[in-house]
């Protein structure tokens, strides 16, 4: 496992820096996805499409805020978990 998991890491690598690089066109992309679908479906799944996209962006926001490689070959967030601190 862990030599499969080194040698998906430059990969990981690349996908986090187009995240990051292009961050506002990923989340575009996303939304317009789900409309397409969501149109298509004639609204029937709305709610499961909704859920879909927001995991999907979420999934999309932390690979965009990764680091590089740490000791043993994992990555992590540079920011905390979770929505933002209310102001």
């Known amino acids: 496992?862990?030599?499969v998991k080194a040698r998906l890491a430059p990969a990981k690598d690349k996908m986090s820096d187009f995240a990051r690089r292009h961050e506002d066109k990923v989340q575009h992309g996303i939304e317009k996805a789900a409309k397409a679908v969501d149109d298509r479906?004639?609204?029937?799944?709305?709610?499961?499409?909704?859920?879909g996209t927001s995991k999907t962006k979420h999934a999309m926001d932390r690979l965009a805020h990764m680091e590089g490689p740490q000791a043993g070959g994992t990555t992590t967030a540079t920011r905390p978990e979770g929505p933002p601190p209310a102001s």
């Open 1 to 3: 496992m862990e030599n």
């Open 41 to 51: 479906t004639k609204h029937k799944y709305s709610d499961k499409i909704h859920a």
